[in-house]
């Protein structure tokens, strides 16, 4: 890990979710939004993680819209907005909720969830302890953390490591360590606090390789191998690269080359809030947005 490409690119980061906030309106389209989150961050010569995911009321993650989806943002939605930034690899993972609605103690339980979390964050703190915490603060706003969504370690080029953060005590003696990189993520419902997977969103990742006879086929897999590496892409990015390319993409789908991640749904159709930051351990916070 280079930290020196992690600090700018937390603070790119920064800069898009102040961006989300500014555009995450009423009336607005989402795509808009998306577009504009991702020439933010080619103009400052990094790279997006994973695609953004813009997701709204019960859906918890993993909504990342394809052309087809006309989203407009509309009264009493809660959206997430939740983003990775990586500079060779180097990544930075965050997320704000925007309310859209009189949802204020969803936002303020995940958000003060967070900067609890991140005071327990020192070399030598178990990670069931960072747990405990987030979940005793989103049961004072009488509200429940979701269970089986976790923060993470990063490694390079691998948004999520061997390490998860847990949003309740799940009595995981680990112990933080000084110079690792970790996102936390504490996800506030008025649900059950368990999500389920949904509909297919439109992120893929490459899972295997595999020989291919279709040369157009093949020369999408090239691309996604050098471009993404194993990080997660939107289909939507390869069909604006290979206009016209959709029946070569569902060949590596078919395949099973590309793996398809599902959306995230609160199993009683909760309303789901969530905030985000990266840190060094004991050294800083790479992502500051997230916290105001
Ligand atoms: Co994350």
Redesign the pocket.
């Known amino acids: 890990m280079e930290t020196e490409k992690l600090v700018r690119a937390g603070k790119i980061a920064d800069e898009c979710l102040k961006l989300g906030r500014r555009e995450i309106r009423i009336g607005n389209k989402a795509l808009d939004v998306l577009r504009k989150i991702e020439s933010l961050v080619e103009k400052n010569n990094a790279k997006l993680a994973f695609p953004t995911n813009i997701s709204i009321n019960e859906v918890a993650a993993h909504e990342a819209l394809s052309f087809e989806d006309n989203l407009i943002f509309k009264k009493n939605d809660l959206v997430k907005l939740d983003l990775g930034v990586h500079i060779d690899g180097n990544i930075v ?1 965050c997320a704000i909720t925007i309310d859209l609605g009189n949802n204020n103690d969803l936002v303020l339980a995940s958000k003060q969830a967070l900067k609890e979390a991140l005071k327990l964050a020192v070399p030598g703190t178990e990670l069931r302890e960072i747990g405990k915490k987030i979940n005793e603060v989103i049961e004072g706003y009488n509200l429940k953390p979701v269970r089986n969504l976790y ?2 370690s990063i490694e390079k080029y691998n ?1 999520h490591g061997g390490l998860k953060v847990p949003n309740y005590d799940n009595g995981d003696k680990t112990k933080l360590e000084k110079g690792q990189l970790i ?1 936390i ?1 504490p996800f506030a419902t008025d649900g059950f606090g368990l999500i389920e997977e949904g509909k297919p969103s439109d992120v893929y990742t490459l899972k295997k390789l595999k020989p291919l006879r279709n040369s157009k086929a093949k020369e999408i897999l090239e691309f996604i191998k050098e471009e993404y590496k194993t990080l997660p892409f939107a289909k939507r990015w390869i069909l604006e690269r290979f206009p016209n390319s959709n029946t070569y993409f569902n060949i590596l789908v078919k395949e099973e080359i590309l793996a398809n991640y599902g959306n995230l749904i609160e199993k009683q159709k909760g309303l789901v809030s969530q905030h ?1 930051t990266t840190i060094l351990v004991g050294e800083r916070i790479l992502v500051n947005e997230s916290l105001k």
């Open positions: 993972d923060g993470h948004i996102a993520e985000e």
